[in-house]
């Protein structure tokens, strides 16, 4: 896309391991443009944060393999020695991780450690990034802010500890903010309340954002375009509402089809995806999804394309006949 801010150009992510090597992520492609809010949905294991880890820069291990291009602005993050690419991670690229209770340092004070970032990343001295520290936490909805920087991450809840995360990734106005599961493990009433902090904060900061999440009612709510990753990659790209009004690929029927439809009577019960995620170690020949397929037919042994079948917007890697799919779908999505 020409007028992309970031774009993922077939990103591989390969780990070798004693029982041979795992392709976490295999020729993902990815474009965000500037103020798009894009989801990446999928099961656990699909390759959803592995991919985004390698965008940071944030895989260290020596078994690891990454090949592709990252590019930010047109610049290639992947050749990027370290010391520019720290720069990077923070200044222009934020992270919201999964687990707050991890990502956050527990010795630590939550205003030091959002403090560290801003003297990292911006001259400051000590007394004005604590009084920048008091106004991101009071931005993110904490009360009396000037007192709670001064607290440690375990005397905070979990939603109130999602609220630092953001906080933290918000402190130096980043180009592009990547949420992993930014309501996990959180009460209904505090995903909406992060749902709808997340939406101010885009709205009022004019930030990208790439949303990591396997709830696809959180994708409904935010997101404007949605990438399905099965497996290590894409299997369909298109607009939320068109993927939600008439998803492509039978895998993204199946996570649909799981989904609970509020205020309508319930005919039968939920669909589920029969079987399991394929190994990454020794994967299926041909489309990954075919043995678990309802749809399979003998041209799934060829390993199908993410391409335009159906329009010049919508990406999907199916062989199935477009002509059909909607019948065959009607099975699968209530």
Not at 69 to 75: F, I, K, N, P
Not at 180 to 197: N, R
């Amino acid at each position: 896309m020409p007028d992309a801010l970031l774009e993922v150009c077939d990103l591989s992510v390969s780990f070798r391991t004693e029982n041979g090597v795992v392709r976490a992520v295999d020729g993902l492609s990815l474009s965000l443009a500037l103020g798009e809010v894009v989801g990446i949905v999928g099961e656990s294991g699909s390759g959803k944060t592995v991919s985004m880890m390698a965008v940071m820069g944030l895989i260290r291990d020596p078994n690891a393999v990454i090949e592709g291009q990252v590019l930010l602005r047109g610049r290639d993050l992947m050749q990027l020695p370290r010391n520019e690419m720290r720069l990077v991670r923070g200044g222009e690229i934020a992270m919201i991780f999964q687990d707050p209770m991890t990502a956050l340092t527990p010795v630590y004070t939550v205003g030091w450690q959002i403090a560290e970032q801003l003297r990292a990343h911006q001259a400051m001295t000590r007394k004005q990034a604590r009084a920048r520290v008091a106004e991101l936490l009071a931005e993110v909805g904490i009360s009396n802010p000037g007192r709670r920087l001064d607290d440690y991450p375990h005397q905070f809840s979990g939603g109130m500890r999602q609220r630092v995360m953001i906080a933290m990734a918000l402190s130096c106005n980043p180009s592009i903010l990547i949420a992993d599961e930014p309501t996990t493990a959180l009460d209904v009433t505090i995903q909406a309340q992060i749902l709808e902090l997340m939406k101010r904060l885009q709205r009022d900061h004019g930030s990208s954002i790439l949303l990591i999440t396997h709830d696809m009612g959180v994708v409904s709510d935010l997101a404007e375009r949605v990438a399905v990753m099965y497996a290590g990659s894409v299997v369909e790209e298109g607009s939320k509402a068109d993927v939600f009004r008439d998803p492509q690929h039978p895998y993204t029927w199946g996570l649909l089809g799981s989904i609970p439809r509020v205020g309508r009577p319930r005919v039968r019960r939920l669909a589920a995806i029969p079987g399991l995620p394929p190994s990454l170690i020794d994967p299926p020949e041909g489309c990954r999804f075919a043995p678990r397929c309802p749809h399979r037919f003998d041209r799934c042994s060829v390993r199908p394309e993410l391409a335009p079948r159906v329009s010049a917007n919508r990406l999907d890697a199916c062989h199935l006949d477009p002509a059909i799919r909607p019948s065959l779908r009607h099975r699968s999505v209530a």
